[in-house]
């Protein structure tokens, strides 16, 4: 048997029959790509659709945060989370789970220390002036917002409440005053000029945020009040899992002709409501879901009608540990940072010494991200092989 049909077979041959193999699949290629799209070797060697769009619009890149808010309402239904009676239990274990996410999101934030620089006060940095929201964070308040409406409606309410809360959202954007140096304003779209950014700034505060040098309002990407519409991405998950999910032809056409409704829509609102990730627009709901099902049917063909799966693999190992390796990768690209070497920190001087020399800019910066995958994937592999997985 040669090594490749070897190492496929002990994955499989690990993997629990009652799982549905395209949603780890799926979640196990979101998980992968935020991984490459992360660590770049050089922030200043990237290819293009490997970057975030500057503002408006959008790239391959933007579609993977919402692809995996939409794999996670998909998976509250898939888990048969949707069937069970709200009760107090149920909800603490919700909470419990929600607060593990924002805890880990926390841990990462606090996690930097630049060894070798003088006078650098690591409580005032990282703990007293601590990023509050962040990918993780986002997912657990998304998480807590999607269950209570999944628990507590019928399943055409979930859209109905998706479209709602893309509605609600866009009219505070549009129609909610704020002021700026004394000059009430409404419906500015602009970088630091939104009611958006007017709220995490009063809410969370200007040392709190991503963006903290930012004018008139400092905000945060994964902000309080896109949180709305974050949540429709992954309500729009639960609805396609709640009626399309199955290993039927006729399902995959239906799961694949709503991806193309849905883009062909956002696209169509982005004439009046711009395409935009860290606005999280009604109209970004609409395209990255229309992309997010469109993959999901073209995996279904794939592994369940087609059961051509030897390659799907490594994502099966990322998918059924996602937050496992996304956590071991923020940990270990920051201290690739933390790590003085030279002039420079180790991720530099490695990028420098070794990918920048042996390929050129662009693609080695692109080679070190993927052997950077390869490092974070080995634990997580010898943890699926030994059925570690952490679970929150």
């Known amino acids: ?30 998980v992968v790509a935020m991984i490459v799209v992360n660590t770049p070797g050089d922030w200043g060697h990237v290819y293009a ?14 579609v993977i945060f919402p692809a995996f808010l939409f794999i996670m309402g998909m998976s509250i239904v898939a888990s048969g989370l949707d069937t069970k009676t709200p009760d107090l239990k149920l909800y603490a274990s919700i909470a419990s789970r929600a607060l593990k ?28 002036e601590i990023r509050i929201m962040g990918v993780l964070q986002r997912i657990a308040l998304v998480y807590i917002f999607c269950t209570v409406i999944v628990l507590n409606s019928k399943p055409l309410s979930w859209l109905v409440s998706a479209a709602a809360l893309c509605a609600a959202y866009w009219a505070m954007m549009m129609l909610a005053p704020y002021s700026v140096l004394g000059v009430d304003m409404a419906g500015t779209l602009a970088h630091g000029n939104s009611f958006a950014a007017f709220i995490d700034d009063f ?22 009040l896109s949180t709305l519409s ?45 395409i935009n990730k860290t606005l999280w627009t009604p109209s970004f709901v609409l395209v990255t879901a229309g992309v997010s099902l469109v993959i999901t049917a073209a995996f279904m063909l794939i592994l369940d ?10 994502l099966v190992v990322c998918g ?36 920048q020399p042996a390929f050129g800019d ?31």
């Open 49 to 62: 659709p490997l970057l975030h769009a500057s503002w408006n619009g959008w790239t391959p890149t933007d």
């Open 230 to 274: 974050a949540t429709s991405t992954a309500l729009l998950g639960a609805v396609c899992a709640k009626f399309f999910i199955n290993k039927e032809a006729s399902s995959i056409f239906w799961v694949a002709l709503s991806g193309i409704v849905l883009f062909v829509l956002g696209d169509f609102l982005s004439e009046q409501i711009p």
């Open 362 to 392: 662009k693609p080695g910066s692109l080679a070190f991200a993927l052997v950077f995958l390869v490092v974070c994937y080995l634990p997580i592999h010898a943890m699926y092989k030994r059925g570690i997985f952490l679970k929150v």
């Open 320 to 355: 059924t540990n996602a937050i496992a390796i996304y956590v071991l990768a923020a940990l270990l690209s920051r201290l690739l940072i933390m790590i003085p070497v030279a002039d420079t920190s180790l991720q530099g001087w490695l990028y420098s010494t070794l990918f």
């Open 305 to 314: 009608q087609l059961e051509v799966r030897g390659w799907s693999a490594p």
């Open 203 to 224: 809410f969370l505060g200007r040392e709190h945020v991503y963006f903290d040098l930012i004018v008139p309002f400092a905000y945060d990407p994964e902000g309080l």
């Open 101 to 128: 996410l924002f805890g880990l999101g926390l841990l990462i934030a606090v996690f930097y220390y630049p060894f070798g620089q003088e006078g650098f006060n690591w409580w005032e940095s990282q703990v007293e």
């Open 1 to 30: 048997m040669n090594p490749v049909s070897h190492y496929t077979q002990s994955v499989f041959g690990r993997y629990a029959s009652n799982r549905l193999l395209s949603l780890d699949v799926l979640r196990g290629l979101a």
